[in-house]
Nanobody
Framework: QLQLVESGGGLVRPGESLRLSCAAS????????IGWFRQAPGKEREGVGC????????YYADPVKGRFTISTDNGKNTVFLQMNSLKPEDTGVYFC??????????????????WGQGTQVTVSS
């Protein structure tokens, strides 16, 4: 019953924007820290950012800081990743994941126990 479903990925040109959605079912998203991660072909999964439970503190990795923003819509049980000024190095499969019930979200993937299927983001001219 526990599920996270990402959507909103696609092909965009450098400098353009995308908004990814992560719809949760089987649990109340606001109770948990939620992380966003990405993985490029042949590379390890890396953290993008996260947000703590109950409008807790947010963290963003240096490569996306100032360009990406995480937000939530509790009525829709959905978390969003707004991605602006996209660069080719942002290309990869993006995943959302459920973490612990803490307001200060952890940065590392080992703290997250439930993952979505991922959505492809390609930034290319």
């Amino acid at each position: 019953q526990l599920q996270l479903v990402e959507s909103g990925g696609g092909l965009v040109r450098p400098g353009e924007s995308l908004r990814l959605s992560c719809a949760a079912s089987g649990f109340t998203l606001d109770y948990y820290a939620i992380g966003w991660f990405r993985q490029a072909p042949g590379k390890e999964r890396e953290g993008v950012g996260c947000i703590g439970s109950s409008d807790g503190s947010a963290y963003y990795a240096d490569p996306v800081k100032g360009r990406f923003t995480i937000s939530t819509d509790n009525g829709k049980n959905t978390v969003f990743l707004q991605m602006n000024s996209l660069k080719p190095e942002d290309t990869g499969v993006y995943f959302c994941a459920r973490g612990p019930r803490i307001s200060r979200c952890p940065r590392y993937s080992t703290y997250y126990n439930t993952w979505g299927q991922g959505t492809q983001v390609t930034v290319s001219s």
